[in-house]
Nanobody, 116 residues
Framework: VQLVESGGGLVQPGGSLRLSCAASESMFVIYTMGWYRQPPGKQRELVASINVHGRPDYTDSVKGRFSISRDNAKNTMYLQMNSLKPEDTAIYYC???????????WGQGTQVTVSS
């Protein structure tokens, strides 16, 4: 499966962005999926996940600000990011949670920069 992230950009603190993750195959629908991010100079971390029934889970630093969703009919997952902070600056990736090399390799990601 190929995963393609989009929707990143430059935004001011307090702003919003909506990221999309498009999967090339319907196998997407049987996986718990996650949004990960890798800040400059740091390791990649899981920030949000959503299971096959649509139940979301978030890391503490984004709770109340980010919202994950999926549209299985479109093989697409989303991340609505509100009240963005400079510390949210990172490359954002999507993949299975946990990552499964038999499902998909990492895509290019989409850059999110929060700066005034």
């Amino acid at each position: 499966v190929q995963l393609v992230e989009s929707g990143g950009g430059l935004v001011q603190p307090g702003g919003s962005l909506r990221l999309s993750c498009a999967a090339s195959e319907s196998m997407f629908v049987i996986y718990t999926m996650g949004w990960y991010r890798q800040p400059p100079g740091k390791q990649r971390e899981l920030v949000a996940s959503i299971n096959v029934h649509g139940r979301p889970d978030y890391t503490d630093s984004v709770k109340g600000r980010f919202s994950i969703s999926r549209d299985n009919a479109k093989n697409t997952m989303y991340l609505q990011m509100n009240s963005l902070k400079p510390e949210d600056t990172a490359i954002y990736y999507c993949n299975a949670d946990p990552p499964d090399p038999d499902f998909a390799s990492w895509g290019q990601g989409t850059q999110v920069t929060v700066s005034s």
